[in-house]
């Protein structure tokens, strides 16, 4: 828990000293840092409760018992690895990855949402830099192997260099979205035992 208070504390740091620049126009003077920073932090924490929550949806989806466990200052879910499928316990471990890049995809391609509101910069600049983060904490070895969600996507029959690849290209994706301003169409289609995402791009 000590090294994901860490990460969280450096995505605070680094996500709020970029938010001027990837928002739309300044921010009002009269607004005071505290309630800023609030918006700003509130936004990270609802993206970091949307990727824990994806795991419990796909877990529910797939009917896999799913726990949660106090373990330091917070909590960390469990599954019986020894009693599920493998195909179901890939499945929940992807769930919060798959979670925050949906998420990530509404926002930006819904006009109506504000892409310079705080609350909302800080949720997109969770599922950027996390992914990122994330990557490299498992090839460093940092994370608990329990608390470890590409290692059991790896130990469940799937490739854990794919979904690095996938989840950091996104990021980086998603913060040129960001600071370019473009749009780029995001469909989802759901079929039978799998979910489809399509990203558009006209040239």
Not at 117 to 130: D, E, H, K, Q, R
Request: net charge negative.
């Amino acid at each position: 828990m000590k090294t994901n208070w860490t990460i969280f504390i450096s995505i605070v740091l680094v996500c709020f000293s970029v938010e001027n620049v990837i928002a739309d126009g300044p921010i009002k003077l009269n607004e005071s840092i505290l309630k800023k920073s609030a918006s700003f932090t509130g936004g990270l924490l609802a993206g970091f409760a949307s990727h824990e929550l994806g795991h419990q949806v796909v877990a529910y989806a797939e009917d896999v018992e799913f726990t949660w466990r106090k373990k330091g200052l917070g909590y960390v879910w469990r599954v019986d690895v020894d009693k599920e499928d493998k195909r179901e316990l890939k499945n929940v471990a992807l769930g919060g990855f798959l979670t925050e890049i949906i998420s990530s995809e509404i926002i930006l391609s819904y006009d109506k949402i504000p892409k310079d509101n705080l609350f909302i910069l800080g949720y997109l600049c969770w599922g950027i830099i996390n992914p990122i983060l994330y990557t490299i904490s498992h090839e460093a070895g940092w994370r608990d192997s329990q608390d470890n969600d590409l290692r059991m996507i790896n130990s469940n029959g799937l490739k854990d260099e794919y979904i690095e690849a996938v989840i950091v290209s996104h990021a980086l994706l998603t913060t040129w979205r960001l600071l370019s301003k473009k749009k780029i169409p995001f469909s989802v289609q759901v079929n039978k035992g799998e979910i489809v995402m399509f990203l558009e791009f006209n040239f």
